[in-house]
């Protein structure tokens, strides 16, 4: 139990372009999502906090323009990375909480290339 | 703010053998969970082990333990019977007990290596 998924989980894209990367929870409805980046050989670093039906909570430094999320379901978020730049490549990693434990349950990630 | 520190970047520790890991965080708060992630070559964060503060009795999971000093704000974990499949980044977590923040902080990664 406890699986999320994302797609996709590699994406190459042009500079300027936009693009949406899914996170899913499979087998549980997620109140609250997660996403997070990762540098090459560096730690995760909290994006912005998401609940169903309402709008994300951003950490401090992250523009909320450019990296949009969507959690419009109990089992769905997106991010949009909106006119993408090389510097937008990273690894992003989404992870789910259920309300009824602290626990976060984290995707596969999506590595994000901008060419 | 919370912050959680892991001063080994990397260890290697023969096959069968046991590690220890560190990680200290520093907090005010007095209620809070202690996590460690493993982070494997697929980049998959798997949940190795946790301990809630209020807790005293350290936390264990099969050949995973830990050694929980709340004073000391100490978090480290030992491996034991070290195996292959050990080898990952090993990330330390914090996250407040306080629902409305629930936000993990994660340490830099100890990356260990199992040598055969």
């Known amino acids: 139990g406890a699986v999320v998924s994302q797609h996709p989980s590699r994406v190459i894209c042009k500079s300027g372009t936009s693009v949406k990367i899914e996170c899913r929870s499979l087998?549980?409805?997620?109140?609250?999502m997660f996403w997070y980046r990762q540098f090459p050989k560096q730690s995760l670093m909290l994006m912005a906090t998401?609940?169903?039906?309402?709008?994300?909570?951003?950490e401090q430094g992250v523009e909320k323009d450019k990296f949009l999320i969507n959690h419009a379901s109990l089992t769905l978020s997106t991010l949009t990375v909106t006119s993408a730049h090389p510097e937008d490549s990273s690894f992003y990693i989404c992870?789910?909480?259920?309300?009824?434990?602290?626990?976060?349950?984290f995707g596969p990630g999506t590595r994000l290339t901008v060419t | 703010a919370q912050t959680v520190t892991q001063s080994q970047p990397e260890m290697s520790v023969q096959e069968a053998e046991t590690v220890t890991l560190s990680c200290t965080y520093d907090?005010?708060?007095?209620?809070?969970?202690l996590f460690w992630y493993k982070q494997p070559p697929s980049r998959q964060m798997i949940l190795v082990i946790r301990?809630?503060?209020?807790?005293?009795q350290n936390a264990t999971e099969n050949r995973f333990s830990v050694n929980f000093q709340k004073a000391a704000k100490s978090f480290s974990l030992k491996i034991s019977d070290s195996q292959l499949g050990d080898a990952a980044m090993y990330f330390c977590a914090y996250r407040s007990a306080d629902f409305g923040n629930e936000k993990l902080t994660f340490g830099t990664g100890t990356r260990l290596t199992i040598i055969p």
């Open positions: 998401s609940n169903e039906g309402s709008k994300a909570t951003y």
């Open positions: 301990q809630e503060a209020y807790k005293q």
């Open positions: 907090t005010s708060e007095s209620d809070y969970y």
């Open positions: 087998d549980f409805q997620a109140t609250t």
């Open positions: 992870s789910a909480r259920t309300g009824l434990t602290y626990e976060q349950y």
